[in-house]
């Protein structure tokens, strides 16, 4: 059974760092779209980064410059390195996998940004950024 696991997340004070991590079981961690997303209260779950296998990142023009993802593929993890974070940022922080994605139309990160696109989800970890 396909499963991810979100991990990291916690209470940190404006302009501090946070790694989080998605770790993935139950397929085979070389052919893959990761996504982050968050989702704050009252507000929808919104694309954050994506990481692809094969293709490289992706960011939200919010994040550029803060964030930064890495893979680890002998540990099925991928990192979301967070950097300079602000109180905005407070959500919960899911990841979602695209196994052995197609991309038919557009390209992989205008599907990777969306989070309807995705079959798989973590359970997501909390990121609280005070002012």
């Known amino acids: 059974e396909v499963q991810l696991q979100a991990s990291g997340g916690g209470l940190v004070q404006a302009g501090g760092s946070l790694r989080l991590s998605c770790t993935a079981s139950?397929?085979?961690?070389?052919?893959?779209?990761i996504g982050w997303f968050r989702q704050a209260v009252g507000n929808k779950r919104e694309g954050v980064s994506c990481?692809?296998?094969?293709?490289?990142?992706y960011y939200a023009d919010s994040n550029k410059g803060r964030f930064t993802l890495s893979s680890d593929n002998a540990k099925n993890t991928v990192y979301l390195q967070m950097n300079n974070l602000k109180p905005e940022d407070t959500a919960v922080y899911y990841c979602?996998?695209?196994?052995?994605?197609?991309?038919?139309?557009?390209?992989?990160?205008?599907?990777?940004?969306?989070?309807?696109?995705?079959?798989?989800w973590g359970q997501g970890t909390q990121v609280t950024v005070s002012s």
């Open positions: 139950g397929f085979t961690f070389d052919d893959y779209i």
């Open positions: 990481i692809s296998s094969s293709d490289g990142t």
């Open positions: 979602a996998a695209l196994i052995s994605p197609m991309v038919v139309d557009g390209t992989w990160t205008d599907i990777c940004i969306r989070p309807n696109v995705y079959r798989y």
